[in-house]
T-cell receptor
Framework: TQLLEQSPQFLSIQEGENLTVYCNSSSVFSSLQWYRQEPGEGPVLLVTVVTGGEVKKLKRLTFQFGDARKDSSLHITAAQPGDTGLYLCAGEGHNFNKFYFGSGTKLNVKP | DSGVTQTPKHLITATGQRVTLRCSPRSGDLSVYWYQQSLDQGLQFLIQYYNGEERAKGNILERFSAQQFPDLHSELNLSSLELGDSALYFC????????????????FGPGTRLTVT
């Protein structure tokens, strides 16, 4: 069983649509990171959130850390084909620097 | 380019064999992590080293071992290989520290694809 559950597992949308990906757990994390991974490559860090309730924006991407530091969401506005990839969340345990990854959300944005 | 290098990129070997995967962290990073990614299990944390010492252990099998050398590069040794060990193995590095700061960024290498036949 995964410590972090991501939903949905798969998402296929048209260019221009909005979407939200969720990352949930019953555990409290010291921090939470979001990554994007393309086929055959390593994950690339998008953002790190540390404080409960924290919201960070990266162009069309908005990340939120839950107040209780157990969950997070990633919202993409006006999705583009270049957003296609596997989105992974990773929670940092209280044994600092040990990260637990969710199973990922595979996003496909069709032109 | 993350600055983390991994060799080899691909490895095909037979069951029962032993292989060594190598990782060089980004310049200045002291911490190295190893992860296994298979199709049905996502990214699984295996082990972490900081400045040559083991810091954290995840779901690493007894057949697997790792070390970090004085020049900070790391090696992951996989022995008595089984078909189920076929996966992508990623190394990541971060500055890391013992100060208790949260959220150190991890930078991932391109991975080694291991196929056990």
């Amino acid at each position: 069983t995964q410590l972090l559950e991501q939903s949905p597992q798969f998402l296929s949308i048209q260019e221009g649509e909005n979407l939200t990906v969720y990352c949930n757990s019953s555990s409290v994390f010291s921090s939470l990171q979001w990554y994007r991974q393309e086929p055959g490559e390593g994950p690339v860090l998008l953002v790190t959130v540390v404080t409960g309730g924290e919201v960070k924006k990266l162009k069309r991407l908005t990340f939120q850390f839950g107040d209780a530091r157990k969950d997070s969401s990633l919202h993409i506005t006006a999705a583009q084909p270049g957003d296609t990839g596997l989105y992974l969340c990773a929670g940092e345990g209280h044994n600092f620097n040990k990260f637990y990854f969710g199973s990922g959300t595979k996003l496909n944005v069709k032109p | 380019d993350s600055g983390v290098t991994q060799t080899p990129k691909h490895l095909i070997t037979a069951t029962g064999q032993r292989v060594t995967l190598r990782c060089s962290p980004r310049s200045g990073d002291l911490s190295v992590y190893w992860y296994q990614q298979s199709l049905d299990q996502g990214l699984q944390f295996l082990i972490q080293y900081y400045n040559g010492e083991e810091r954290a252990k995840g779901n690493i099998l007894e057949r697997f071992s790792a070390q970090q050398f004085p020049d900070l590069h790391s090696e992951l040794n996989l022995s008595s290989l089984e078909l189920g060990d076929s996966a992508l193995y990623f190394c990541a590095s971060s500055v890391g520290s013992t100060s208790g700061r949260r959220g150190y960024e991890q930078y991932f290498g391109p991975g080694t694809r291991l196929t056990v036949t």
